[in-house]
Structure formats: structure tokens, C-alpha cells
């Protein structure tokens, strides 16, 4: 009689993984901050790294096959935050709360510091210009460096109003979200200068930002942005016509109690390479795929176990990466050990196709 809990016990147990997506080998063993895929791949294979709060940095090659093989690792002595590729795919740079970049060189598996700071950093980005190539990085330390990984002071240092809270770089544009709900565009033709600043379209704390192209000149023309109160806004730097911005609700309940709902922050944003729609995950532990054009959703995940921290296409946009883990989103008292960080691995080409709706 007491053994018949038991039944009651694994039907209350939620969906590991609930898209019955293929699974990362020895994932992570803390929460996952980061994931990318190399810009380059192979015939055969493209390389995914992820970024955790358990110090690491991990490197898996991705099979066409849809296996993926653990190569490599690298340690900081603090979270990392951040990771990014350089456009030749050899070289890995990585951001932690120990207040340094490091520049991992994946054909010798050596890492060496390559930037620095007076506090923890949050993102880091590879840029790639004609005529210079640089990683920008951002600080709670409320500033902005551009360094030349062959020297270790930085060849430019901009003063951010607040400390940095999310950033994204499609050359020749970058975008910086910081504290206080500011946001300051630059443009890095010859060198980084600051484009314009914006205050944020979104009431409440920004945590996501990802840089969109103009389809038909392929160059960089705004940015989504993803706030802690589930909604993400649009944004064109230069719109043709203003009712182009606009924001919209996410990664919240359905079926609201007495009127209420439960709005969820989201976590991470990740355009198609070849489509331009996009991909939001959040802490409701669920993914969306969307048409920003037509505005319309095109799919919604299942619910997961845990949220959903990280996201990323791969360089033909046939593979959606996303990260499950816990954010912290409802203290220590949501943490449950027996939970742990998986990566997953979605064929996704298809579902990301624009959608045949006119908005």
C-alpha cells in the first residue's frame, strides 16, 4: 500500500529533456552562461563551447550525425560568463567573474589572460575589421575595452554609464545594455566610437541582446532586446517608419490565477543565420522560435525541468543549441542538487522558416 506512492511520485516528476532533443556529452557541472558554435565548420563537423559557473569552459566537436564528442577544456579561477569565437574558428576567448579574458588557442590547447579588469566581466566579443581585430569586453567595473590580444593594455577604454549587463557585436555595430536600463550603440569602422544612446524600451531590467541584419544588404540594422519581465523589444537603429519598433510579451504563464500571471525574465536571444527569425529561451523553462517580421510565433517548446539559460545557432542554422540549468531566478530555495545542466541539440531548419503571415 505505502509502495504505491511511488507511482504518484514519477508522474509529479517534470521533463528532462521534453523535445526529445539529442543530448551534450558530459555537459557542464554547474549552470550554463554561455554557448556558441564555431563560425567555421568542416564537411563533416562544427564545434560547440560552453561556458559555466563551475570555472570551465568546455569545447565538443558536433558530428553531422548529431554526436557530439568531448575535445578540450580550460579553467579560470572564478564563473566564466561569456564566451566567443575568432572568424577563423581556432582561437576561443573567455570571460569570468576572476576579472580577466583569456585567449584559448584550440590547436595547442593552451590558454593565456589576454584582458583585464577591476571587476567581474561580463561579455566578450571578437571583432573582426578591416583594417584592425580586436575582442571588446564589458565590466561591472562600468567600462568598455577594446584590446590587441598581442599587448596587454587595451588600445581603447570607453567610460559606460553603469556597470555592463549584456552586449553584442555584427560588424560594423556593436550594442552595449548596462545598468539603469541605458543602451549605447557604437559603430567600428577605423575604431570604435560611440553611434548613439538610447534609454531602453523596456520598463524593467535588461538581461539579452542580439544584433539582427537587413536581409537584402546583409549588414547589421538593429537589435532584440530581452528583459527580466518576459517581453523582448525590437529595435531599428534607423527605422523607416517609427511603428517599426515595437516590443512584445514572452516566457509567461498561460491561464492567469485571479488575473495574475507568471512573467519570467529571458535569458538569451539568438537570431537564424539564414532565415533572420529568432529564438528566445527563458526561466519558464521553455524556447520560442518567432517571425519578428510577421510578427507571429512559430513554435513553443514543452516544459522543461529547468530553466533555460543559453541558446545558439549553428553557422548553417540547421542546429538549435540551448542550455538547461538553474538561473537563480527564485533563490536558493528553487535550487534542487539533484538537477544538472544538460545541452541539447536541435534539427531546427525548417521551424525557423519565416512564416507565411503578413503583419
Known amino acids: 500500500m505505502f509502495g504505491s506512492t511511488s507511482a504518484f511520485s514519477t508522474t509529479a516528476s517534470t521533463n528532462t529533456n521534453a523535445m526529445k532533443d539529442v543530448e551534450v556529452q558530459s555537459p557542464p557541472d554547474d ?27 568546455r569545447c565538443w566537436e558536433v558530428t553531422q550525425q548529431g ?4 575535445k578540450a577544456q580550460q579553467t579560470h579561477t572564478g564563473p566564466v560568463l561569456d564566451c566567443d569565437w575568432s572568424e577563423d574558428g581556432t582561437k576561443v576567448f573567455t570571460a569570468s567573474v576572476d576579472k580577466t579574458v583569456k585567449m584559448w588557442d584550440l590547436n595547442s590547447n593552451q590558454a593565456v589572460q589576454v584582458a583585464q579588469h577591476d571587476a567581474p566581466i561580463k561579455t566578450v566579443h571578437w571583432i573582426k575589421a578591416p583594417n584592425y581585430s580586436c575582442i571588446m569586453t564589458g565590466g561591472w ?31 560594423p555595430m556593436a550594442v552595449v545594455g548596462t545598468a539603469g536600463r541605458e543602451l549605447i550603440i557604437y559603430q567600428l569602422e577605423n575604431r570604435p566610437q560611440e ?19 537587413d536581409k537584402k544588404i546583409n549588414s547589421p540594422t538593429g537589435f532584440a532586446l530581452g528583459s527580466i519581465e518576459g517581453r523582448v523589444a525590437i529595435h531599428y537603429v534607423n527605422p523607416t517608419n517609427p511603428k517599426d519598433n ?34 528566445t529561451v527563458g526561466s519558464d523553462c521553455k524556447f520560442s522560435f518567432w517571425d519578428k517580421d510577421a510578427r507571429t510565433k512559430l513554435k513553443t517548446s514543452e516544459l522543461f525541468d529547468q530553466p533555460i539559460t543559453a541558446c545558439n545557432f549553428n553557422s548553417q542554422g540547421t ?5 538547461t540549468s538553474y538561473d537563480w531566478s527564485k533563490g536558493h530555495e528553487g535550487f534542487d542538487p539533484q538537477k544538472k545542466p544538460h545541452i541539447f541539440l536541435r ?8 512564416s507565411m503571415k503578413k503583419s
Request: charged share 20%; net charge neutral.
Open 31 to 57: 549552470s550554463v552562461s554561455c554557448i556558441k558554435f564555431s563560425p567555421t565548420s568542416t564537411g563533416t563537423s562544427s564545434f560547440l563551447i560552453a561556458g559555466s559557473w563551475d570555472n570551465n569552459v
Open 67 to 70: 554526436q557530439t564528442i568531448p
Open 141 to 171: 567595473d562600468k567600462l568598455l575595452k577594446f584590446w590587441d590580444t598581442r599587448s596587454p593594455t587595451p588600445m581603447d577604454t570607453i567610460q559606460l554609464p553603469e556597470r555592463c549587463y549584456c552586449a553584442d557585436v555584427r560588424y
Open 195 to 213: 553611434f548613439s544612446r538610447i534609454e531602453s524600451p523596456l520598463k524593467f531590467q535588461h538581461r539579452c541582446i542580439s544584433i539582427f541584419l
Open 246 to 279: 515595437f516590443t512584445f510579451k514572452c516566457h509567461r504563464s498561460n491561464g492567469a490565477t485571479n488575473g495574475m500571471q507568471d512573467i519570467y525574465a529571458v535569458n538569451d536571444i539568438s537570431f537564424h543565420p539564414i532565415h533572420g527569425t529568432l529564438a
Open 319 to 323: 542546429v538549435f543549441a540551448y542550455a
Open 347 to 354: 534539427s531546427c531548419f525548417d521551424e525557423l522558416k519565416p
